[in-house]
C-alpha cells in the first residue's frame, strides 16, 4: 500500500481483488501499525474465497496474528465484509460490482460507481470475456487494467495469467468504447520501462500509465495527477 500517514489513518475499508501475497503484502502491516489507535474496525472486502486463504495461511497465529479476534480499547480491529462473486456491494458513496476475471486463482474486477460516474479496474487478469460483456452495458468513464510483464516474458505472462502489451492491445479490441480512457496498472516493477515502451509502440494515446505513490483525482474527464 503506497500512502501517506495521513492517507493511513482514514483507509478504513479495504476492497481485496484476490489472495496473491502482491495485494496483500501491506495489510498485516496496516493493521498491526495502527493497532492501539484504531476507533474503528479496519473492513476488509473480499470474497470468502480469499477470506479463508487469509485466516488459514496469514492471520493464522504463526505468520501473523488472527486480527479478526482482536480488540483494542475500542473495540475490534479488523473485520471481514465478505462479498459474493459476481454481485455488488457498498463501500460508503462507492458501489462496487465484482466481476469474475482469469487468473491463476479466483480474481475479481469490478466496476466502481458513484453518483455521476462508473470506472472499471481488472485485478490481476490474462483474457477475459464476462469483464468485456459486463462493460458493454455501460457507460465507463475510465479503464484500469493490469499489463504486469513485457511482451519477451509471453511465456511467462501465459503460465501466470497476466497480459503483456500484445495481449492488452488484443483484449482492448474486445473493449467497444473508444472514447474511454484506459490507464495501465499492477506492472512488475522490474518491467516497467520496457512495458511502457512496448504499450507506447501500440500508438493509442488512450493509453497511460498510473503510478504507485501518486495521487489522482477524477475530474469528471479522466484521472488527473494531484500529487
Ligand atoms: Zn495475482
Known amino acids: 500500500m503506497a500512502v501517506t500517514a ?5 483507509i478504513r475499508d479495504i476492497v481485496l481483488t484476490h489472495a496473491h501475497l502482491d495485494h496483500i503484502a501491506g ?20 470474497t470468502s ?33 465478505p462479498f459474493v ?3 455488488s456491494f457498498r463501500v460508503n458513496d462507492l458501489l462496487f460490482e465484482s466481476i469474475e476475471v482469469n487468473h ?33 452495458r455501460r457507460k465507463i468513464s475510465a479503464l484500469l487494467i493490469e499489463c504486469a510483464f513485457p511482451n519477451e516474458l509471453s511465456e511467462l505472462a501465459e503460465m501466470s495469467c497476466h497480459l503483456t502489451p500484445n495481449t ?19 506492472i512488475k516493477p522490474s518491467y516497467r520501462e520496457s512495458v511502457l515502451r512496448q504499450i507506447k509502440v501500440l500508438n493509442s494515446p ?5 503510478q504507485v505513490g501518486k495521487t489522482y483525482e477524477w475530474t469528471g474527464e479522466s ?3 494531484v500529487s
Open 6 to 10: 495521513a492517507e493511513r489513518s482514514a
Open 27 to 46: 495489510l498485516p502491516l496496516f493493521i498491526d501499525d495502527q493497532f492501539s489507535e484504531l476507533t474503528e474496525a479496519v473492513r476488509i472486502h473480499a
Open 49 to 81: 474465497e480469499v477470506i479463508e486463504i487469509l485466516e488459514r495461511d496469514v492471520f493464522n497465529w504463526s505468520v501473523y496474528p488472527r486480527f479478526s479476534e482482536l480488540e483494542n480499547s475500542h473495540g475490534k480491529v479488523m473485520e471481514y465484509r
Open 85 to 87: 462473486q459476481g454481485g
Open 104 to 136: 491463476k486463482v479466483p480474481c475479481s474486477g469490478f466496476i466502481v460507481s458513484d453518483d455521476s460516474s462508473s470506472i472499471a479496474i481488472t485485478g490481476d487478469t490474462a483474457d477475459m470475456d464476462s469483464f468485456w460483456t459486463a462493460l458493454s
Open 168 to 186: 492488452l492491445a488484443a483484449e482492448l479490441e474486445k473493449f467497444k468504447d473508444a472514447e474511454c480512457e484506459v490507464y495501465i496498472i499492477n
Open 206 to 210: 488512450r493509453i497511460r500509465d498510473l
Open 223 to 225: 484521472l488527473g495527477q
